[in-house]
């Protein structure tokens, strides 16, 4: 077992040289200069050079390359272009919410999930396990955007059940912090 741990652990490397390998190459695919795009369409000569010293855009492109995997091996993501911080700062200012998204997320569908599939593998073709499949039919086919409106439109706005767009810290409210998740989750 620990020997096939040991292989896979051991495939993940080129694989993930590949892959950003490939992450560095789309990045450089989008036409026109990164520096000029970045400043926008009435920057000065100056500006653009400034940009271009400060990415590194006038090294060779293996060099650009290796110095971006060696920062990204040192967990240095660079700066926002937008607020000038650290992307791993703005990165970890919301990882509590992500996180706590996907966790809610994950319990609701076992706990809806599981019992309904249990419930209609205990008789298949039954009335049940045809309902629940025209229901999972239905929710893949549609947007996911639109039922997602739908839902607010239910729960929030006429129901009045469910709050919108906030999110409460766990050791807060625990209560309000679960209440508020229920409709993005």
């Not at 298949?124 to 839902?151: C, H, K, N, S």
Request: charged share 15%.
């Amino acid at each position: 077992m620990l020997k096939f741990m040991a292989r896979r652990c051991l495939m993940a490397v080129p694989i993930l040289l590949i892959v950003s390998t490939i992450t560095f190459s789309l990045v450089l695919a989008i036409p026109g200069d990164p520096a000029s795009r970045i400043a926008g369409d009435h920057a000065t000569p100056e500006r653009l050079q400034a940009i271009r010293d400060q990415l590194g855009l006038e090294q060779s492109l293996a060099t650009q390359y290796f110095s971006w995997l060696n920062d990204l091996l040192h967990a240095d993501l660079g700066t926002s272009l937008i607020t000038q911080t650290p992307v791993l700062q703005e990165i970890t200012s919301r990882i509590e919410v992500t996180l706590s998204l996907a966790v809610v997320s994950l319990l609701m569908g076992a706990v809806v999930g599981i019992p309904l599939g249990v419930a209609a593998a205990r008789r298949p073709g039954g009335v049940l396990d045809r309902l629940l499949q025209i229901g999972a039919a239905m929710g893949i086919a549609m947007p996911t955007y639109w039922l997602a409106l739908l839902a607010l439109y239910l729960f929030s706005l006429k129901l009045n059940v469910l709050p919108i767009g906030q999110y409460v810290p766990l050791l807060e409210d625990p209560l309000g912090w679960f209440e508020n998740l229920l409709m993005p989750a």
